[in-house]
């Protein structure tokens, strides 16, 4: 006969959580792996203030040009919108070619943000994955020149554009800014982190040039890096007043020279140069709107699957 068999034993039951240390008490917003983080009153006090100091400008610039200039000289100030906004960008568009400037602006800052970003990856390429003498060398010019203040090249860049015959014309702004030692050491830094050594030896066995190693394994793994290098770009070049205005005249203004133009005379009408700013500052806000949230998803998801 065969013997009975013996009924298993209980399963033990799960461990309890180990008690906290006495005279502590477990924080709040602090969890486990797997559980959502939260933030506690305080960091949420913060952030509020933040936002509102950073949008405050911003507003006070829609108030501004909505208001008149009487408006503006009272004290306190009025912190409400007026109803002069629509005849304040009418004075803007009869005091300034502001048509023209956007569309110049809109030239010179995409160009500048294409030749910026394309060139500024294929040297950090360079510089980050290729071997070839003087490399360190050449990284090292390239970064120092980041220390040098632009306006000391002033004198001789306007006059390499007058040998040129490039006075008052787009490729005097738009050439000298195709490519940016930041942007050099910024996708040299990017690559470092985030394309493997085994790729591009993968890529040589197979048999792919330098050129095609780039175009299809470089680029698509860039593509955050330079997303936020182009925005970077484009808000300088469409805020850079500076050498437009050495190089630009008022016939082939950008916007920045435009509205130079505005709220002339013996009193600054104050509140249609803050109109003029209003619409020059629009179009960044949409590139911002459009582009802001993909590019930071793109960062995230490149630093997750890194």
Not at 77 to 97: C, S
Not at 185 to 210: C, H, K, N, W
């Amino acid at each position: 006969m065969t013997a009975p068999i013996a009924p298993a034993a209980p399963a033990a039951p799960p461990a309890a959580p180990p008690a906290p240390e006495p005279g502590r008490t477990p924080r709040r917003g602090v969890s486990r792996a797997g559980r959502t983080l939260h933030a506690g009153p305080l960091a949420y006090g913060v952030l509020i203030v933040a936002v509102l100091f950073s949008a405050f400008p911003f507003y006070w610039t829609i108030v501004a040009a909505s208001r008149s200039n009487a408006d503006l000289a009272k004290v306190p100030p009025t912190l409400l919108p007026g109803p002069n906004l629509i005849k304040n960008f009418e004075a803007v568009l009869e005091e300034a070619d502001i048509g023209k400037a956007l569309l110049n602006s809109f030239v010179v800052s995409g160009s500048i943000t294409l030749g910026t970003v394309l060139c500024c990856t294929l040297a950090g390429f360079a510089f980050a994955k290729l071997r070839f003498k003087g490399r360190g060398a050449l990284l090292a010019v390239t970064v120092g020149t980041m220390m040098i203040p632009p306006q000391l090249g002033v004198i001789p860049l306007f006059m390499l554009i007058a040998e040129l015959g490039w006075v008052n014309q787009l490729q005097s702004v738009i050439l000298p800014g195709l490519v940016s030692a930041f942007g050099v050491f910024f996708m040299r830094q990017y690559l470092v982190q985030s394309l493997p050594d085994e790729l591009i030896e993968a890529a040589r066995v197979d048999g792919a040039s330098t050129a095609r190693i780039f175009w299809s394994i470089v680029v698509p793994i860039a593509r955050p890096g330079m997303a936020v290098l182009g925005l970077l770009t484009f808000m300088a070049s469409w805020n850079d007043f500076f050498w437009p205005v050495v190089a630009l005249t008022s016939s082939e203004p950008t916007v920045q020279v435009a509205l130079r133009q505005l709220g002339g005379g013996y009193v600054h009408d104050q509140s249609v140069i803050m109109a003029g700013t209003l619409l020059g500052t629009l179009p960044v806000l949409l590139v911002f709107g459009l582009l802001g949230r993909q590019i930071v998803g793109g960062i995230m998801q490149g630093a997750v699957k890194g």
